[in-house]
Nanobody, 124 residues
Framework: QVQLVESGGGLVQAGGSLRLSCRFS????????MGWFRQAPGKEREYVAS????????HYADSVRDRFTISRDNDKNTGYLQMNNLEPEDTAIYYC?????????????????WGQGTQVTVSS
């Protein structure tokens, strides 16, 4: 059974940076695509970014493109989300998910395992 644990969230001022990590266990990490989603208070879960099994292909939501970078280290069973130039609108709980399907996927319906989330708060 896949288990995911996010870490790295916190409070940061606008313009600052954070690096989120998603630790994977229970199966072979390189067999799964991975994505990051977020949910702000009172809003639906929103797609952020995703990455293929190999890490060679990535995809981003328009709202974070050029500010966020998704990556993965299959030897360390860990995925990452580097977030730069953060804005108050980025405040949310960030979740990582994994999918048995290769390739980036922006629909949360493709993901069947989720972490517990990590809070990111950006102050203005």
């Amino acid at each position: 059974q896949v288990q995911l644990v996010e870490s790295g969230g916190g409070l940061v001022q606008a313009g600052g940076s954070l690096r989120l990590s998603c630790r994977f266990s229970g199966r072979t990490f390189r067999d799964y695509g991975m994505g990051w989603f977020r949910q702000a208070p009172g809003k639906e879960r929103e797609y952020v970014a995703s990455i293929s099994r190999s890490g060679l292909t990535t995809h981003y939501a328009d709202s974070v493109r050029d500010r966020f970078t998704i990556s993965r280290d299959n030897d360390k069973n860990t995925g990452y989300l580097q977030m730069n130039n953060l804005e108050p609108e980025d405040t949310a709980i960030y979740y990582c998910g994994t999918t048995p399907y290769d390739g980036p996927h922006s629909s949360d319906l493709m993901y069947n395992s989720w972490g517990q989330g990590t809070q990111v708060t950006v102050s203005s």
